[in-house]
Structure formats: structure tokens, C-alpha cells
């Protein structure tokens, strides 16, 4: 075997190992956002962030756009651990 196939071959190896753990995190958050938007109008308002100590906490700093609301790309930064909105 020569070293560009072993090479290809680690990679290939390292990268299904890595992907499902990231597919898994991306789930989750997603379904944090879902339960918390209890209305499904994909928004998370600060009643809904209650439910979610964290989030709760946060809600004014996650709230970027000032509109009242949290919605999936602002809540998204919290899952990330996003230092500018903790």
C-alpha cells in the first residue's frame, strides 16, 4: 500500500467517525429550539425561553435583532457556544 492510499484511507476512517457525533449535536439543537417554540411559529419568545434556564437567562443578549424573539439562527450561536452571546 503505498503512502497517498494509507493516507486517503486515515482520512476517509477519521472523517465517518467525526461526522456522526456532528450530525448528533445538530439534532439536538434542533429539537431544543422545537420544544421551546411551543406555538411552532419557528420563534422562541421570552414566555417560551422559560422553559429553558439557560436560554431564559440569556434571552436579551440571544435576542441580536431586538424583535422580541429568539429564532433558529440566534439560538443556534447558544448551542455553539458562542462566547459573544453568554
Same mark, same amino acid.
Not at 11 to 20: D, E, G
Not at 49 to 59: E, H, I, N, Y
Given at each position: ?13 477519521? *472523517? ?6 456532528? =450530525?448528533?449535536?445538530?439534532? %439536538? ?13 419557528? *420563534?422562541?419568545? +421570552? %414566555? %417560551? ?12 443578549? =440571544? ?8 429564532? +433558529?439562527? %440566534? ?12
Amino acid at each position: 500500500m503505498n503512502s497517498k492510499t494509507l493516507l486517503a484511507t486515515a482520512v476517509a476512517l477519521a *472523517l465517518t467517525s467525526v461526522a456522526p457525533s456532528a =450530525l448528533a449535536q445538530g439534532d %439536538e439543537a434542533d429539537k431544543s429550539f422545537d420544544e421551546l417554540d411551543v406555538n411552532g411559529d419557528f *420563534l422562541i419568545s +421570552a %414566555e %417560551e425561553a422559560k422553559g429553558d434556564p439557560d436560554v431564559a437567562s440569556q434571552f436579551s443578549s =440571544l435576542d441580536v435583532n431586538g424583535d422580541g424573539y429568539v429564532d +433558529a439562527k %440566534e439560538f443556534s450561536r447558544l448551542d455553539r457556544g458562542d462566547k459573544r452571546y453568554q
